[in-house]
C-alpha cells in the first residue's frame, strides 16, 4: 500500500493533517500561559459610557428589562447580546477578524491580534462565511445608540441600499423601545473594538449623539 501513489499520498495528507493541528491548534494553547479573561473583565469604561447612555436615552425601557447600569449588569447583557449575536446568525454575513490581507486595515481599522480575543465573549472567534456586511471588531463607537437601534429595527432607513433583515422582536413596537434582546444586542456591538485607542473619544461620542437629535 505504502508502495503506491495513493498509499504516499495517504500518508502525505496525514502528516500534513497533524502538522496543522499541532502548529495552528495544541502549539498555540500550550503558549497562553494567563487564563482566559471573563465578561466582568472586558468592561470597561468605554463598554460603560455607551450602556450608560442607553439608561439616559430609553430611561423607561431601561429601566423595565436592564434595571440599574451597574458593570455587573453591563456583563451580562455582553454575554446574552453575544448569545442573540450567534443565535440570530449575524456572524453569517458580517465577521469580526480583521485580516492582515487584501487592504482589511483600510477598510475595518487595526489587524486583529491575539490579545484581543482571550476572552470569554470572543470564544469561539466569529470568522464569518462571507462578507455581505462590514467587519464589525471595530463597530463600537462608530455610530451612537439611537443609530443602531433604528438599524436594527428597519436597516433600510439610515442605510437605504442595505440587505440586512429587520429585527422588529428586538423592541416593544417602535425603535426608541428596545426590550432586553435589543439593549443586549446593542451593547455587545458597542463593546466591540471598545479596548483599542482608537475608540471614539466621549467628546466625540456626545457630539454624535447630538447631531442625530437634529
Not at 433583515?165 to 458597542?190: C, H, M
Request: aromatic share 14%.
Amino acid at each position: 500500500m505504502f508502495e503506491s501513489k495513493s498509499g504516499i499520498l495517504w500518508v502525505g495528507g496525514l502528516g500534513f493533517f497533524a502538522f496543522a493541528f499541532l502548529s495552528n491548534g495544541l502549539l498555540p494553547m500550550l503558549m497562553v500561559t494567563e487564563p482566559e479573561k471573563t465578561a466582568e473583565q472586558m468592561v470597561n469604561s468605554n463598554v460603560m459610557y455607551q450602556f450608560e447612555e442607553l439608561s439616559r436615552r430609553y430611561p423607561e425601557s431601561f429601566a423595565e428589562h436592564v434595571g440599574e447600569p451597574t458593570e455587573q449588569r453591563c456583563a451580562d447583557m455582553l454575554r446574552l447580546g453575544r448569545q442573540i449575536y450567534i443565535g440570530e446568525g449575524c456572524w453569517h454575513c458580517h465577521s469580526q477578524f480583521v485580516r492582515p490581507v487584501s487592504n482589511e486595515s483600510q477598510r475595518w481599522g487595526k489587524v486583529a491580534f491575539p490579545e484581543e480575543f482571550h476572552n470569554e465573549l470572543q470564544r469561539p472567534v466569529m470568522f464569518g462565511t462571507r462578507r455581505v456586511g462590514p467587519d464589525l471588531s471595530r463597530e463600537g463607537g462608530r455610530r451612537g445608540n439611537d443609530w443602531q437601534a433604528v438599524h436594527l429595527f428597519k436597516p433600510k432607513m439610515v442605510s437605504s441600499d442595505s440587505v440586512m433583515p429587520e429585527y422588529p422582536w428586538f423592541f416593544d413596537g417602535s425603535p426608541d423601545k428596545p426590550n432586553l434582546r435589543g439593549f443586549a444586542v446593542i451593547t455587545y456591538i458597542q463593546w466591540l473594538g471598545s479596548w483599542l485607542e482608537s475608540y471614539p473619544y466621549y467628546e466625540e461620542l456626545d457630539e454624535l449623539q447630538q447631531a442625530e437629535d437634529y
